[in-house]
């Protein structure tokens, strides 16, 4: 059921984007890559790992297209991702990217945050 909810936001928010002011599409845009990393849980918790990891990273470039690539909302979305790796014994893969997100925590949250 939260698969089905989340998906028909993502339609609604898809259909609405367009058209608005710059600062709605903005925050359309934002919510837009929330729902889209929800979905992604879901998804990942359900077992639908191929599916869950194509939206997680369509989350990481969105959060970077949005906010650029030193954002604690980045860093958020390369960890989900370097879990889902990880999961998956992408070791390595997952390891660069949670090195990332550490940088960039470090960078804009300091280094004992």
């Not at 608005?20 to 845009?29: R, V």
């Not at 960890?79 to 990880?86: D, H, P, R, Y």
Request: charge should be negative.
């Amino acid at each position: 059921e939260a698969e089905a909810i989340y998906r028909r936001c993502v339609g609604i928010i898809k259909a609405t984007i367009e058209g608005g002011s710059p600062a709605a599409q903005q925050a359309l845009a934002e919510r837009l890559t929330g729902i889209t990393a929800n979905l992604a849980a879901v998804l990942k918790s359900g077992g639908q790992l191929d599916q869950s990891e194509v939206l997680m990273r369509a989350a990481v470039e969105a959060d970077e297209a949005l906010h650029g690539s030193c954002h604690p909302h980045v860093a958020a979305a390369l960890n989900n991702l370097a879990e889902l790796l990880a999961s998956r014994g992408r070791w390595e893969e997952a390891r660069q990217l949670h090195t990332r997100a550490l940088a960039i925590k470090e960078a804009t949250q300091g280094a004992t945050h």
